[in-house]
């Protein structure tokens, strides 16, 4: 894989399991009283936030993966897997309970600052996002390609965050049935990125057998 299609790759991964469209309405109903300034305020420090782990999940993955003793092909699977099952939910058009569960968005709205949780920590930097993080890691063979998972990381959580922004006025230009079809069609992408992570460990444990 050449560093532009490594790049490509990177960005296209994150963003549609970081899905920051159809995060709108949770973000908007998780901060009913909230004005404009202070729903800005509270996305540029959860992307900020959410930056700062994926980078550090990247950073010390494959020490933890040493330390617990996980294969890297194992790791790749499960991962896949958990992609696969929020694919799945997003293919119909609803909240995977994967990101975030019934009881934790019912608890955000209550909450006065949900920066950090459950805007940062699950939302856009959950289990997906992480394994998804880690498993593009683990494909970057040199430093450049390294390097630029580490700014891809970045770029997406901009775009999330004037995404976030940009519905921080109450997003009447994002019409329901239009975040469905985006949130389908991101959907199947994730699928594909999931099902070829799963093709991708089971070659390299081929490899590994002879």
Known sequence: MTLL???VFSFSSLFVIMDPITLVPLFLAMSPRDTPEQRIRTARLACTIAAGVLAGFALLGRFVFEFLGITLPAFQI????????IAL??????????????????EAAAKEDIAVTPLAIPLLAGP?????????????????????LYACIA?????SYF????????????????????????????????V????????DLNIARF
């Open 5 to 7: 299609e490594y790049i």
């Open 196 to 203: 070829q992570f799963i093709l991708n460990a089971l070659r």
């Open 163 to 194: 995404v976030l922004r940009l519905s921080a006025q109450g997003a009447r230009w994002i019409k329901p049935i239009a975040m469905n079809i985006v949130s389908r069609l991101m959907g199947l992408l994730l699928a594909a990125i999931a």
């Open 155 to 159: 770029v997406v959580c901009i775009v």
């Open 78 to 85: 499960a991962g896949s897997l958990v992609l696969l099952l």
């Open 128 to 148: 997906g996002a992480i394994s998804t993080t880690l498993l593009l890691h683990s494909k970057a063979a040199t430093v450049p390609q390294q390097i630029s």
């Open 89 to 106: 939910d997003m293919l119909r058009a609803r909240r995977s309970p994967v990101k975030e569960t019934e009881a934790e968005t019912v």
